[in-house]
Nanobody, 122 residues
Framework: QAQLVESGGGLVQAGDSLTLSCTASGRTFRTSAMAWFHQAPGKEREFVAAISYMGGTTNYADSVKGRFTISRDNVKNMVYLQMGTLKPEDTAVYYC???????????????WGQGTQVTVSS
């Protein structure tokens, strides 16, 4: 099993940067791909970024390529999402997830955190 807790969300202005953190517990973390998804009000949960369990493979949504960076620290059991040049359309609840592969598909991920709110004002 894995338990995931996100932190680092908040209210920022357009153009600002923000880093989200996900603390993972449980033995499965080091063999799991990790990902970030977001969900805006009234919309479906959407893929943001994913990273393989050794960190050698990353995957990004087109909307965040060049602006966001996903990374992980397998010693500290942490996953990070560095978000740069934030836009109002990035406003959403951001979720950390653990799964088998660094896939874009929600169904690939078995464990989910409770989410952290990111609000970007224009």
């Amino acid at each position: 099993q894995a338990q995931l807790v996100e932190s680092g969300g908040g209210l920022v202005q357009a153009g600002d940067s923000l880093t989200l953190s996900c603390t993972a517990s449980g033995r499965t973390f080091r063999t799991s791909a990790m990902a970030w998804f977001h969900q805006a009000p009234g919309k479906e949960r959407e893929f943001v970024a994913a990273i393989s369990y050794m960190g050698g493979t990353t995957n990004y949504a087109d909307s965040v390529k060049g602006r966001f960076t996903i990374s992980r620290d397998n010693v500290k059991n942490m996953v990070y999402l560095q978000m740069g040049t934030l836009k109002p359309e990035d406003t959403a609840v951001y979720y950390c997830a653990a799964g088998r592969d660094p896939s874009r598909q929600v169904r690939n991920y078995v464990y989910w955190g409770q989410g952290t709110q990111v609000t970007v004002s224009s």
